[in-house]
């Protein structure tokens, strides 16, 4: 699939980093380092614009690396960038650990994934059809 992206950035165009990968990773675009505080959130320009054929989104997702080491997540994950948005791909990071946290220009900071869906029209009724797990949910069918 081709998407057309226009790239302001000081940056390479997002990859797949192997053949298997699902998403691409994006990288700060910034004129000065950032840091965070614990509990801080930031948009973090990447620099790219993006064109998606319609019926595809794009996923905004964490990088977990920099979940699992530093406790910086995407505050909205997954964030979606919808195929009419024409504007620059921020992407909103905070900072959940006890510790400051410094993007620097260029640092990987988000993971972007191309996805298909479908636009669903509801259609009102009085019942809905029964199933084994019912109404259990939030943890209901166990460990």
Do not use: C
């Not at 390479?12 to 840091?35: C, K, Q, V």
Request: aromatic share 6%; glycine share 10%; proline share 3%.
């Amino acid at each position: 699939m081709k998407v057309q992206i226009i790239n302001k950035s000081k940056h390479t165009l997002p990859t797949y980093e192997t053949s298997a990968s699902a998403g691409m990773d994006l990288r700060a675009n910034i004129d000065e380092s950032i840091t965070m505080k614990p509990l801080e959130r930031a948009i973090i320009k990447t620099g790219l614009f993006i064109a998606l054929p319609v019926g595809f989104e794009a996923q905004v997702r964490p990088r977990s690396g920099l979940a699992a080491k530093n406790g910086i997540s995407v505050l909205n994950a997954p964030g979606t960038i919808d195929a009419d948005y024409r504007g620059e791909v921020g992407v909103i990071l905070v900072n959940l650990s006890n510790d400051n946290f410094t993007i620097n220009d260029g640092d990987r900071i988000a993971q972007m994934v191309i996805a298909k869906f479908e636009q669903a029209s509801w259609e009102e009724v009085e019942v809905l059809s029964e199933t084994k797990r019912g109404s259990g949910g939030f943890g209901s069918t166990g460990v």
